[in-house]
């Protein structure tokens, strides 16, 4: 088997360049070579050490990455198709889930693939096979069974790297928050996850979006990916202006669901007033330890407000992600979203830009992808 080039994250701030080897391909396995890996917003809180990465409850040096595409590099005797029953050869580009549930524990009966404890039992440990393991190495090993979809050729790479996790992610947000045709959404942030939620409404034929950032080209690239309304919170400087503006575009009720893609715990309140009775409040950016905040349970009560989390998605959202990005790639600027691209060399620049393009006020892209 080949030898792979990884980045190894040693320590916050710090990666390692080093040559891993590739695991023994095993019947119904499929290794793929990774043409992009993106920086999303989770491995930015890894690298600043405000998460520890876990391997099987340890901590240790891992390959981080989970945002990627790449293509077939081999594969076992008797894989024949993708998950959706297209064939399957070397060298046709994959997107699949940085998952992987066990399908036989209690949760996996279920039905909830995404909630199941064991998903992240194969996480590469440098050390041990699968070795080259992550979406900032040369290489990703698919266990048999594991879910895997075939891209379709109109997509480039940029456009696909973030399919299993932020368009996914929002998409699926999207259809647990219960979003439907005549429905109004807000979308708290307008970063990568916002822009993508923003357009994914839009094709979900909800009524209106309204989409609420701070920084000017996000809130412009918002409305060129279907926005119907952005609200500035430079112009609306206070959550109570904000949760009136809200209110007066759904004719006083309320939105039906937002979704809160911001990633800050002080956002939660605020969206859970701009809400109709009955709304859902989607939250999917506070990931990390110690997001708390203060609610009036009562009003939630009286309000019958849901709160849905979501992490992770059910697999069949891959496929519909990838249509939506084909249906959609010549009305909304999505392949932008995905605009700086780095050699795996260059991964500590490639991550303290992310960080930048996180705070800056002059940029409209977000998001930053290394090729392996
Ligand atoms: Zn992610
Ligand atoms: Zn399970």
């Known amino acids: 088997m080949p030898m792979g080039k990884a980045a190894v994250f040693v320590e916050p701030y710090r990666f390692e360049i080093t040559e891993l080897p590739t695991p023994e391909v095993e019947p119904g396995g499929v290794l793929v070579k990774i043409t992009a890996g993106g920086i999303c917003g989770s491995d930015l809180h890894y690298w600043r050490g405000e998460m520890k990465p876990m391997l099987?409850?340890?901590?240790?040096?891992?390959?981080?990455?989970?945002?990627?595409?790449?293509?077939?590099?081999?594969?076992?005797?008797?894989?024949?198709?993708?998950?959706?029953?297209?064939?399957?050869?070397?060298?046709?580009?994959?997107?699949?889930?940085?998952?992987?549930?066990?399908?036989?524990?209690?949760?996996?009966?279920?039905?909830?693939?995404?909630?199941?404890?064991?998903?992240?039992?194969?996480?590469?440990?440098?050390?041990?096979?699968?070795?080259?393991?992550?979406?900032?190495?040369?290489?990703?090993?698919?266990?048999?069974?594991?879910?895997?979809?075939?891209?379709?050729?109109?997509?480039?790479?940029?456009?696909?790297?973030?399919?299993?996790?932020?368009?996914?992610?929002?998409?699926?947000?999207?259809?647990?928050?219960?979003a439907r045709m005549g429905d109004s959404v807000v979308i708290q942030g307008a970063g990568?996850?916002?822009?993508?939620?923003?357009?994914?409404?839009?094709?979900?034929?909800?009524?209106?979006?309204?989409?609420?950032?701070?920084?000017?080209?996000?809130?412009?690239?918002?409305?060129?990916?279907?926005?119907?309304?952005?609200?500035?919170?430079?112009?609306?400087?206070?959550?109570?202006?904000?949760?009136?503006?809200?209110?007066?575009?759904t004719g006083g009720w309320g939105a039906d669901v937002c979704l809160e893609l911001v990633g800050y715990p002080q956002v939660v309140a605020e969206g859970l007033q701009m809400l109709r009775r009955g709304g859902a409040f989607v939250e999917v950016g506070n990931i990390w330890a110690d997001s708390n905040v203060t609610l009036d349970v009562s009003k939630l009560i009286w309000g019958q407000t849901r709160i849905i989390p979501a992490a992770h998605y059910n697999p069949q959202i891959l496929p519909a992600a990838l249509d939506f990005l084909v249906r959609t790639k010549d009305k909304y600027p999505l392949t932008q979203v995905m605009s700086h691209k780095y050699p795996l060399e260059e991964i500590g620049k490639a991550f303290e830009q992310s960080e930048w393009l996180g705070k800056s006020e002059g940029t409209e892209i977000t998001r930053a992808f290394v090729t392996p």
Do not use: W
């Not at 891209?151 to 399919?163: F, I, N, Q, S």
């Open 56 to 178: 099987r409850g340890k901590p240790g040096p891992v390959i981080l990455g989970h945002e990627m595409t790449g293509v077939v590099h081999s594969m076992g005797k008797d894989v024949a198709t993708d998950s959706m029953g297209q064939p399957l050869s070397e060298g046709d580009r994959v997107v699949f889930t940085y998952f992987f549930p066990c399908r036989r524990c209690y949760i996996c009966l279920r039905g909830e693939p995404n909630h199941c404890p064991d998903r992240f039992r194969f996480r590469a440990s440098i050390k041990e096979s699968p070795y080259c393991n992550g979406g900032f190495s040369e290489y990703y090993y698919l266990y048999p069974g594991h879910y895997v979809f075939k891209v379709p050729d109109e997509l480039p790479d940029e456009a696909v790297t973030a399919v299993n996790c932020a368009v996914s992610q929002v998409i699926y947000g999207l259809q647990i928050g219960g």
């Open 192 to 249: 990568g996850l916002g822009l993508y939620a923003t357009a994914a409404a839009r094709d979900m034929g909800v009524a209106q979006v309204i989409t609420i950032d701070g920084i000017a080209p996000r809130l412009e690239m918002a409305r060129r990916c279907g926005a119907d309304h952005t609200i500035d919170i430079n112009e609306y400087t206070t959550p109570e202006s904000r949760i009136e503006r809200v209110k007066e575009l």
